[in-house]
């Protein structure tokens, strides 16, 4: 099934170059393109969308506003020339914040993303890219009243609290009301892995283990019955690099 896609953005040239970004995925299909936020208002209230490449700053009512107005809003990826909204972006769970001109290597990630969260039925709490290198891989995660970029590298582990995480790192452990099974979706499963239903831990950060716990960083965490076993074998397999 196709992913059925609005264009909003006061700009015709804007919207001429994500159109022909568009036309090379097949499985993206152009069903509007409006100058404003009033057209895409009416026009949302007419067809299904499931993204919209909303331009933030329009002349009247802006994206955001836009956005929030909505009940029930489409996917949305928010373009701009203006990188100081990026942060209003992404806490209004944006996939994507793609800052003009846009790079058709830029546009090919923010679509990869939508391939991921549709993959992973994901709600969009948070939001994550892999750039260049593995290295460089990062998460947005929404604490308090702001959002946050962790990167991947520098969490120590995971822990459900109910209804919230703790993602802890080196430096600093962060909140969030989410749930640790979409961390475990989220996280790339060869340098993650779930020991006990309250913990996901970072492979590379384990100094040593044992049958009932494993050590990280001068804390001992719990190895969960049910867990024992595949966290063992997969400890065991990848020794090699806690020696």
């Not at 994901?122 to 959002?147: C, N, Q, W």
């Not at 993650?192 to 960083?217: Q, T």
Request: charged share 30%.
């Amino acid at each position: 099934m196709k992913t059925r896609v609005l264009i909003v953005d006061d700009e015709p040239y804007a919207i001429e170059i994500i159109e022909g970004y568009l036309a090379k995925f097949s499985e993206m299909e152009l069903v509007g393109k409006c100058g404003d936020a009033i057209q895409a208002f009416q026009l949302l209230q007419q067809k299904p969308v499931d993204l919209m490449f909303l331009d933030i700053q329009m002349p009247g009512i802006k994206g955001t506003d836009l956005l929030k107005s909505l009940k029930n809003p489409p996917k949305v990826i928010f373009t701009t020339a203006y990188s100081e909204y990026a942060l209003e972006g992404f806490e209004l769970n944006a996939i994507d914040y793609l800052l003009k001109p846009i790079p058709f290597e830029r546009f090919m990630r923010a679509i990869d993303k939508v391939y991921q969260l549709h993959d992973n039925k994901s709600k969009g709490m948070f939001t994550h890219e892999v750039p260049v290198g593995d290295h460089e891989a990062f998460i947005y995660l929404k604490v308090e009243r702001k959002t946050v970029k962790i990167n991947i590298n520098d969490i120590l582990w995971v822990e459900s609290l109910r209804d919230y995480v703790k993602v802890i790192t080196k430096e600093q452990t962060y909140m969030s009301k989410q749930k640790i099974s979409l961390l475990e979706e989220m996280l790339p499963d060869h340098k993650f892995i779930r020991i006990h239903r309250s913990f996901l831990v970072a492979l590379g950060k384990i100094d040593s283990f044992y049958s009932y716990r494993l050590d990280i960083n001068g804390h001992e965490l719990p190895i969960g019955r049910n867990y024992k076993q595949e966290v063992q074998k997969r400890l065991k397999a990848e020794q090699f690099q806690f020696s």
